[in-house]
């Protein structure tokens, strides 16, 4: 089966590589009111396949083929000039407001109980964001009391006599989000944001010590100020957090796509030194506590930023920040899964920013149709079978040097082990451009397994992309890999995303 004509890679896996159990929440996503995620996306109540809420359920069921544990709320930069109250109560009566974040109009039709109750009807729990732009501890203890509170005291008692008399049990809350941004409303330095997050997180530990919170790190790797201001605001939060963010977004303005995909490298950078980070203010503390990750906020995003410059302001969900990804995207996109599966042990909880129409792997017409972008199906892969533990696998690959990167190897992979399914699933991007690459992974130590699936990605234009016409990029089953004598070969074809599946005969 293998050529040499071909690219050549070797990988051993084995089940004594275990890096860590899978915490499934890396595979959650992000929800904003920005541009049409909420407002044509996931809520349109005049749309023909809407229910009695007004939320579509065209969107819903592709949302439930990604089986999206944990969804990120209300923003991003929004929550930062955002008034919870106004999303409760009678919808008539609620206020319109100006968002300052994206200069549109916020109509509040959909809030807090409304989204709580839809995360519930597919199978999400929530990732609730507090504004510590404009407000704080008192507007973030509230909020807590009225979502989670059971019953007998005001805010609790408000939110039933909204109609919702089970308390939504929110577990995991964002402390703020970019607070060192300079585009962020209510922008901190990282004393006045550690402060800040430390009373709040306190506060509302005091209403609910069951919830877990998550302390605000660098908006990016770029800003000035990475890492310090981790290791600032974490001397500050430390103890009351339990994840530090990360957020990061990759572009290929340059149509330099070997440089694009090499770009995963600098996603393991910034999980190594965050990580390090975290660590030396554990160090610093005399802390027994682990601190772990949030990254939760990574995709692609390039692609709508000119179109964007040219929106007018102070519309109802206009078409902000809608990527029309292409299959490098894709390719991307799974190196970005494989590099977090890689790091399981610290990397606990990961939100793909966004989840429909606002830079996501869905797409919608506004009283149409919605459909798969490409970045959909490495997303998908990854959700539906990179559940289990994390094993690292021991790679032999040839490499590449980028414009920005050097010794970029052109195999990529993840491996995934499901002991209770007996089933291991290798999680492969050929980088390569020009040629396929014959794969030689050494799986002896799971004894009688045989691939039972090779599901491959790939198109012949890296630019191809997806439409509500068309499909024209989309996984198929006809990947070539064999199991013989405790080998697993196969060719991966150039520039493919592959997803193998072994199980025990």
Request: glycine share 6%.
């Amino acid at each position: 089966m293998l050529s040499s004509t071909a690219a050549k890679a070797k990988m051993v896996v084995d089940k004594s590589f275990r890096i860590a159990e899978i915490d499934p929440r890396i595979y959650g996503s992000f929800i904003e009111h920005l541009g049409r995620a909420v407002y044509g996306g996931i809520y349109e109540s005049s749309h023909p396949t809407s229910d009695s809420q007004g939320f579509r359920n065209d969107v819903k069921r592709l949302i439930q083929e990604l089986n999206v544990p944990i969804i990120r709320y209300p923003g991003g930069n929004f929550v930062s000039g955002y008034n919870w109250e106004d999303g409760v109560g009678p919808v008539k009566e609620r206020p319109k407001r100006l968002d300052l974040a994206w200069r549109t109009v916020e109509p509040n039709e959909v809030g807090t109980n409304e989204f709580a109750r839809w995360a519930r009807e597919i199978g999400s729990e929530v990732m609730m964001a507090v504004n510590l732009g404009t407000r704080g501890v008192d507007a973030a203890r509230n909020l807590l009391e009225y979502c989670n509170h059971p019953g007998g005291s005001y805010w609790s008692d408000l939110r039933r006599s909204h109609g919702f008399e089970q308390p939504h049990r929110i577990k995991t809350w964002c402390l703020g989000n970019e607070m060192d941004g300079p585009w962020q409303i209510g922008q901190k330095t990282p004393q006045e944001y550690g402060r800040l997050a430390y009373e709040t997180g306190k506060a509302m530990k005091l209403v609910d010590p069951n919830i877990e919170l998550v302390s605000c790190g660098s908006s990016s790797t770029g800003m000035p100020t990475f890492p310090e201001w981790e290791a600032v605001t974490l001397d500050h939060t430390y103890e009351v957090a339990d994840y530090v963010s990360l957020h990061q977004y990759y572009g290929n303005r340059d149509n330099d796509t070997a440089n694009f995909l090499a770009r995963s490298m600098d996603m393991e950078h910034f999980i190594k030194t965050v990580s390090a980070t975290c660590d030396y203010v554990k160090a610093k503390k005399r802390s027994k506590k682990t601190m772990y990750l949030s990254f939760d906020e990574w995709n692609v995003w390039y692609h709508s930023n000119d179109a964007d410059s040219r929106i007018e302001p102070w519309s109802i969900g206009p078409p902000q920040l809608e990527d029309i990804y292409n299959f490098e995207d894709a390719l991307l996109v799974g190196s970005m899964l494989i590099t977090m599966l890689r790091h399981s042990d610290r990397v606990k909880m990961a939100c793909m920013a966004q989840l429909v129409n606002v830079i996501a792997p869905i797409m919608t017409e506004n009283g149409g149709r919605a459909w798969k972008q490409t970045i959909f199906y490495p997303y998908m892969h990854a959700s539906r079978y990179g559940r289990g533990v994390s094993l690292r696998p021991i790679i032999d690959s040839p490499k590449y040097d980028a414009q920005d990167y050097t010794d970029v190897p052109y195999l990529d992979s993840a491996v995934v082990y499901r002991e209770e399914d007996e089933e291991l699933t290798i999680f492969a991007v050929n980088r390569h451009l020009e040629e396929p690459m014959d794969l030689l992974c050494d799986v002896r130590g799971f004894q009688n397994y045989r691939v039972i699936e090779h599901i491959v990605l790939e198109h012949e234009d890296l630019k191809a992309v997806n439409t509500a016409e068309e499909e024209k990029v989309k996984p198929h089953t006809g990947g070539n890999a064999v199991c013989k004598d405790g080998f697993v070969q196969a060719r991966l074809s150039r520039a493919s995303w592959n997803v193998i599946t072994l199980s025990k005969e």
